[in-house]
């Protein structure tokens, strides 16, 4: 652990603060200019580009020669220096921000106040500074026991434990870590200019009662039944929201923990949401799985409780005989372990979108806590009939039923 730290503040004094900086209010469009040569320049993809004129303030000019410019993924820059100045052309419909590097006085991100017009000249005025600016930022440093642990700032999902925020705004914060199968820790937290807190908080075990009935392959955790499949997690006897195994349960949109009672796609909060943009908004952990607070599993049963994964659906499909069958006249699947023959029905739901009730009584949808990588504003879920039964993406939108698991 002191090995950790030692590298954490290294890094944070090599980062303290950059030495370059874009004069305020310097930078602007001069009317009238036009890039003389208009096929010249041109990027790689055939789009126009922009000029600005970079003077460059208090830069001897072999320093100045050592300027790296870069920008985002689909911006191209060339440099061109001219004496007193540094001339960058770059694509002028998708610049959005100039990086702007020297080996010795560090590197300053440029956001562009305005978008640039095509062949258009601007100028600005770039200085290097000596003097340490007035910090309005803090550190702070998480460490936990157990590690791993999720850290949530203000509410927000920052990240796991060990966490190093080498930037947070004076003032105080509410911070929380939690893990599962330990009791959450809050408390709040002070930052002061260019100080660094160091909290380290050992998470308690959660104490939880678990029975098994007389024919032992039904057990309770935390009040709800589970089934041993005899696979890597063990499977609720019924949906959140049922008593029994044939009854439907409650309809959620994913990354929702409450049902309602319009079900509208405009009522889903992750819908449209990238994958970063959910896990910078807390949605989903580093593994890629819905944290606790947005789990509908997890929120509506507490204790282990939480929806299983893509990979936890796939090893139930693979290892488990599949039988369309009927429970007390409900529709649905028998899942029988291969391992040790014990099994769970999961009735045919159908599923609920723009308030239409879709599939009854012919197919079974339930949530997977893993959202698709490849299609923004999907995620997995289970599919179930009389004929297939597989792990597919589906838009978020829809409001479906949720089998929890436990470790």
């Not at 440093?141 to 190093?164: F, H, M, Q, R």
């Not at 089934?227 to 009854?247: H, I, Q, R, T």
């Not at 349960?249 to 049902?259: P, S």
């Not at 009730?357 to 490849?374: A, I, K, R």
Request: with cysteine.
């Amino acid at each position: 652990m002191k090995k950790i730290l030692l590298v954490i503040f290294a890094l944070i004094s090599l980062n303290a603060f950059s030495q370059l900086q874009v004069k305020e209010g310097s930078f602007k469009y001069l009317p009238g200019g036009v890039i003389e040569d208009k096929e010249t320049y041109t990027d790689g993809n055939e789009s126009p580009m922009a000029l600005i004129k970079i003077s460059t303030e208090n830069i001897p000019e072999q320093e100045r020669l050592r300027l790296v410019f870069t920008g985002n993924r689909e911006t191209q820059i060339i440099k061109r220096p001219k004496t007193g100045q540094m001339w960058i052309y770059l694509s002028a419909e998708a610049a959005t921000f100039i990086d702007i590097k020297h080996p010795d006085y560090g590197t300053y991100k440029y956001f562009l106040p305005e978008r640039l017009c095509d062949y258009c000249v601007y100028e600005m005025v770039l200085q290097y500074v000596n003097a340490v600016p007035e910090m309005k930022t803090g550190v702070l440093i998480v460490v936990s026991e157990p590690l791993e642990a999720d850290v949530y700032i203000d509410g927000k999902y920052s990240g796991k434990t060990v966490k190093v925020i080498t930037d947070i705004s004076v003032g105080t914060h509410e911070l929380e870590i939690s893990k599962q199968g330990h009791y959450s820790v809050k408390k709040t937290v002070a930052i002061a200019a260019g100080e660094t807190v160091n909290i380290n908080e050992t998470l308690q075990i959660k104490k939880i009662s678990i029975s098994t009935d007389q024919s032992g392959d039904k057990q309770e955790h935390n009040g709800h039944e589970y089934v041993d499949l005899g696979l890597s997690v063990k499977w609720a006897n019924y949906n959140v929201g049922a008593d029994k195994p044939e009854e439907y349960g409650d309809y959620f949109a994913w990354g929702e923990i409450t049902t309602k009672t319009n079900y509208s796609s405009d009522n889903c909060k992750t819908y449209g949401l990238t994958n970063s943009q959910l896990q910078t908004q807390g949605y989903i952990d580093g593994e890629g799985n819905l944290t606790a607070q947005y789990d509908a599993a997890a929120a509506n049963w507490g204790g282990n409780w939480r929806m299983p994964t893509k990979a936890e659906y796939d090893e139930l499909l693979n290892n488990c005989i599949w039988t369309w069958t009927t429970q007390n006249s409900v529709n649905g699947c028998k899942v029988t372990s291969k391992t040790n023959g014990n099994s769970i029905f999961l009735p045919a739901t159908g599923y609920y979108c723009d308030g239409a009730s879709l599939y009854f009584p012919l197919c079974g949808y339930y949530w997977c806590s893993t959202p698709d990588e490849n299609h923004i504003g999907c995620a997995y879920i289970l599919h179930s009939n009389s004929s297939f039964q597989c792990a597919i993406s589906c838009a978020r939108s829809g409001y479906l039923s949720v089998r929890p698991v436990i470790e």
